[in-house]
């Protein structure tokens, strides 16, 4: 039924394949309980794919600091009629490294910053609030 679905929702559509390359340099958290030294880890969620990033240590000024941890993943978008992309969003949780509990996530939709302009890379820099926080 999901195939259907997905078959409907693009016929007739052409689509673009993406190579998106999400890099994450710092993650703040807000929260007083947050334990120093507890190891975090991202995952990148697009549909039913995943792909899990190394886990890092919470600092003590409750910061989580990636050195360039860079998440990537194949992506097909389609245009909608004013000549953009339909909204596709994917997900980017924060996750404990012991008991796997997801500690924040972030939602982001890729219809905003996907372009085919300069036939190339696209970079942008980000400060997101969290969907759902720790």
Known sequence: MSRFLRAATHAGKTGVGFNVQIVLHKLTSSDPDAKELEMVYPVVTRGSHKVKGTAAPILSSRQVHWTEETLSF??????????????????VDVVKAKGD???????????????????????????VQPKKAW
Request: contains cysteine.
């Open 74 to 91: 194949h992506c097909t978008m389609y245009r909608t009629k004013q000549a953009t992309f339909q909204a596709k969003a994917f997900t």
């Open 101 to 127: 509990a997801v500690l924040c996530t972030f939602e982001v939709d890729l219809a905003q910053y996907t372009s085919e302009k300069n036939h190339g890379s696209n970079s942008y820099s980000l400060v």
